[in-house]
């Protein structure tokens, strides 16, 4: 039975180290459940270390998580990568980690990246600098999280910094993104111009919300069960599954 799921694909943790410490697994899932979200997204940058502590948090909520990362590429294009299991979210970031430059995080600088529980309790802090490109491409990342099982979203793609258009200023005619992802500030009949540009492919409204009031109610997938397969059917509107974005 098909039923509609509110979505937030894109949300950071403390693992992040721009975000703020509220950004706790307990404390994600409280928001996400005042909004009455069905799907969440864990996608800190480049890593996953955190996503398992927050599908233990969601356990007897009814909301999915979906566990991922915000990927860095060599282009400074970010790009969400999310999988239906942990298992395939680690395999992917042991890749990713293996094309990242082997620097420390400066946490003076940067900020802390924290490793939690899923009660948000401090497990460790990460040393690896996370909040830099891996040296891969973006036409070789959304293959490669496809042969994984996962989707391959480009995000904030109206943004003037880390976005496809405003580094390559153009969509790559085969790049197979399942779909594109523009802030909740983007709306069609403000932005003709870029909405010249993604006008007939899938787009999703995410928060990419480092704070909790960051944290968005604007995307709706209609889906079977709250899983990659389904998803990717409604970013292409097949078999009675949809995608609808709340712009107001």
Known sequence: MLKSLVADLHLHTVLSACAEVEMTPLLIVRRASQLGLGIIGITDHNACLNAGAVMQAVQGTGISVLPGMELQ????????????????????????????????????????????????????????????????????????????????????????SFSLLANLGFIPPGLEADALEVTVQFRPEKNPTLWGKLEGRPLVVSGDAHRL???????????????????????????????????S
């Open 73 to 160: 590429t060599r282009e400074e294009v970010h790009m969400l990568c999310l999988f239906d299991s942990l298992e395939r979210c680690w395999q992917w970031q042991d890749e990713v980690w293996a094309k990242l430059p082997g620097l420390e995080n400066r946490e003076e600088v940067f900020g802390p990246q924290f490793v939690v529980d899923a009660s948000g309790d401090w497990v460790r802090t990460e040393p690896r600098l996370l909040s830099t490109s891996a040296d891969i491409s973006i036409e070789a990342a959304t293959a490669r999280v496809h042969e994984l099982g996962g989707a391959a979203i480009p995000c904030h793609v109206d943004r003037p």
């Open 213 to 247: 009031q960051d944290v968005q109610a604007r995307t709706t997938l209609t889906v079977e069960e709250a899983v990659i397969p389904e998803i990717l059917q409604a970013f292409r509107g097949e078999n009675g599954r949809s995608l609808k974005v709340n712009w």
